[in-house]
């Protein structure tokens, strides 16, 4: 298989033991470059996310309980497309912060219905404010053309089966 641009790229820019690695034909696979960049995109969010303690998914799902109050953690790990076991230990984590709180649902006492705290908002919109400061420059980084066409691929790629 022909090497891309990106190989090269990869292969220049990371060494190793004094040698460049050599990333043969990962650099063409589409999931190996959308996992790269997300990586990079993830760790930039991460960085301006630090001061308040928050990582991209405990971003998300502060976002979506406090736009959906009274949301399960099982639609709510629907939601994110995991499983409810992975998003146990964020939302966990969340309660023990401060963040939100669970509840017990009256219908069904083996879900929780899970709600923003209100001593949670001033730091959510601490975070928002960084957040969509962070997208304004990320999307900056392509023209608006790319940006349409780069939703139209990951959804394309997203829907795909």
Known sequence: MKRSNAALKLKQGVETDA??????????????LVRRTQAKIFGEFEAILAGLDLTPGSYGVLTLVRANPGITQVALAAAFGVDKSTMSPVVVRLERRGLIRREVLLSDRRCHALYLERAAEATYLAAREKVRAFEGGLAARLTKTEQRDLARLLGKLQDAR
């Open 19 to 32: 040698r460049a690695i050599d990333f043969d034909e990962l650099p063409s696979y589409v999931g190996y």
